[in-house]
């Protein structure tokens, strides 16, 4: 029998694969397809505080290994969602993780705020980054000292584990993974999408209306990789690896690089079952090489000097 | 909905850019109902990525069959198929057209533009099933974009074609000749219909009209299928309030006065 099980500071999880917010809905979409109860967790699509519309379609765009999106966090807010959704999910025993979004920071600890009388989440991740609302192209994942205050203030009002989600759209993402840690988050989680565009030259119109919007998908893995082996080597909170996995062996490389666990994204589009597919090639993987705990594996990345 | 990784081809029709494949899949053509769509996976490799959205075509037994036209990459990959291929498919996914009981002895209008012809085969069993009957207006640029329309002649559907050049059938827009048709005396108590927005647009104004009910079927790109991605979304009236709803979920048939037409809405 191979333990899977990986610790994110008090969070307990049976396996290391998550679902990424944004592309697991709100989790009921997928039982039709799975027992949500094999994931490691699920976090669920964005809240902010009231119910938010999003952007106009068209809001994808497929490119080379990738999808560009610009959903612009449309959801139904988190009264709506503790009210209709929440009690179908706390059914299910595995870790059920909300992301929490704010247009300020007030708005960050009044979401966190209310989910805390709720019962049946596991923890807060704390979307700073998405790249889809930004009013004048700033979210607090780009500054450090934006980074840091709103991690402090919802740190000091969350009764749950907090991971901060983090964007790889910035020169340096070791100094935004250090503030997050130095505020109190409990974990940080990488990367959420970057940011994007694509062309029709006939019309010469931007594809998405929006103009711009996150890629996400194959096509990001070696970058994210490369963002998350960094910030694992210098930071002491656990790391979550995000960023176009869609294998076992995907997923592997990100925790020999120093991920604790990882969250499958796009690949869920495709492939409804794809985050169980992963948990069983991981497991598979563990019984080829002799390894009885997958925790073994994290952060063994073998640099010859 | 259920997930088939390995539904067989078992039959392969093409016309030029156009293509109808019976797909071998028990759980999903049972339950699969007309104006319901597929997601299938048109390649096992990163590019192109995600799945293509298809109307059911027909479902029967254990078959069920898409129709599509060859529009991009995903199309061609797709098209390349052969006989005893499988192929990755998830459905039925969306609400499809409502056929209700008062259809006996009725007579619905069905209109098609081009492969927007997709759904409504499979409409025209079912409303025949239920004792009604189904008139089909078929129209597309050209002769060529009329390929299925064997189908319906041969399960002895009433089918009217049209062409903008003439070349087949009443030359000129198939609203065009709906509308002549109206006018001399054609009488419906349904409207369905799928094809490009405009056409659809003018459906609806058409109906509103006659004042009969109408339900079109929109096509949009979707990054799932399943209500996960919030990709597919188009200005609906959901209750009293409009807002961006998931086609896939809402849709893709909608009652006509649902669908808010405005600018980059439906294109």
Same mark, same amino acid.
């Given at each position: ?30 039982? $039709?397809?799975?027992? #949500?109860?094999?994931?490691?967790? @699920? ?5 902010? !505080? ?7 379609? $068209? ?21 709506? !969602? ?43 991740? #704390? ?40 964007? $790889? ?52 893995? $070696? ?31 990100? #925790? ?12 869920? @589009? ?36 | 909905? %259920? %997930?088939?990784?390995?539904? *067989? ?23 699969? *109902? ?15 990525? +995600? ?17 599509? *036209? ?7 990959? +797709? ?45 025209? *069993?079912? +409303? ?25 002649? %041969? ?26 048709? +109206? ?50 979304? %188009? ?33």
């Amino acid at each position: 029998m191979i333990d899977l099980s990986v610790n994110i500071g008090s969070l307990r999880l049976k396996n290391p694969v998550l679902a990424a917010s944004g592309t697991f809905g709100y989790g009921m979409e997928f039982t $039709p397809f799975m027992d #949500l109860n094999e994931l490691g967790g @699920f976090v669920v699509k964005g809240l902010y !505080f009231s119910p938010r519309e999003g952007n106009p379609p $068209p809001r994808l765009v497929e490119t080379a290994s990738g999808l560009i999106n610009a959903i612009g966090l449309q959801g139904i807010g988190v009264k709506r !969602f503790c009210k209709e959704i929440l009690p179908q999910l706390r059914a299910y025993q595995t870790a059920l993780i909300v992301n929490v979004c704010g247009e300020n920071e007030e708005e960050y600890a009044s979401v966190v705020e209310y989910l805390n009388s709720h019962e049946g989440i596991a923890a807060y991740e #704390l979307n700073i980054s998405c790249p889809n609302v930004e009013k004048g192209g700033m979210c607090p994942a780009l500054k450090p000292d934006l980074t840091y205050s709103v991690v402090k203030l919802v740190r000091s009002v969350s009764s749950r584990p907090l991971i901060t989600k983090l964007s $790889p759209n910035v020169s340096d993402i070791v100094e935004i993974a250090l503030s997050a840690q130095e505020a109190g988050s409990d974990a940080v989680s990488l990367v959420n999408t970057f940011l994007a565009m694509a062309v029709d030259v006939d019309t010469k119109q931007p594809k998405l209306t929006n103009v711009f919007g996150g890629l996400s998908g194959p096509a990001i893995k $070696p970058i994210a990789l490369r963002m998350v082996f960094q910030v694992a080597s210098q930071i002491n909170i656990p790391v979550i690896g995000i960023g176009g996995i869609m294998s076992g062996e995907d997923a592997l490389e990100y #925790l020999i690089c120093g991920a604790k666990a990882v969250e499958v994204g796009t690949s869920n @589009f495709i492939d409804p079952e794809s985050c169980l597919t992963i948990v069983q090639e991981l497991e598979r993987y563990c019984q080829t090489h002799g390894i009885s705990r997958i925790e073994d594996i994290i952060g063994t990345l073998d640099v010859k000097q | 909905m %259920k %997930k088939d990784s390995r539904a *067989q081809i078992t039959r392969k029709e093409s016309w030029r850019e156009y293509f109808l494949l019976s797909l071998e899949s028990p759980a999903i053509a049972q339950n699969a *109902q007309p104006g319901q769509f597929l997601m299938v996976r048109a390649s096992v490799d990163t590019h192109p990525l +995600l799945r293509r959205p298809f109307s059911i075509f027909s479902a029967e037994g254990k078959s069920v069959e898409i129709f599509f *036209q060859k529009v991009g990459l995903g199309t061609r990959l +797709l098209s390349e198929k052969q006989e005893g291929d499988t192929i990755d498919i998830i459905g039925p996914l969306g609400r499809g057209f409502t056929v209700k009981k008062e259809i006996r002895g009725k007579h619905s209008a069905l209109i098609g533009g081009g492969r927007g012809i997709a759904p409504l085969y499979f409409l025209s *069993q079912k +409303l025949k099933a239920h004792g009604g009957t189904a008139r089909v207006f078929y129209g597309g640029k050209s002769v060529e974009d009329l390929p299925v329309r064997e189908r319906f002649e %041969k399960s002895g559907t009433t089918l009217s074609c049209t062409t903008e050049d003439g070349s087949f059938g009443t030359r000129g827009q198939i609203t065009e000749a709906f509308e002549a048709e +109206l006018n001399n005396g054609f009488t419906v108590s349904r409207i369905y219909a799928c094809g490009p927005e405009l056409m659809l647009k003018k459906i609806a104004e058409i109906a509103a009209a006659l004042n009969v009910p109408a339900e079109l079927s929109l096509e949009s790109v979707m990054g799932c299928g399943f209500g996960a991605c919030w990709g597919c979304v %188009k200005r609906i009236r959901k209750g009293q309030e409009p807002g961006w709803h998931k086609i896939c979920e809402e849709g893709p048939v909608l009652k006509a006065e649902d669908i808010i037409w405005e600018l980059g809405n439906n294109d």
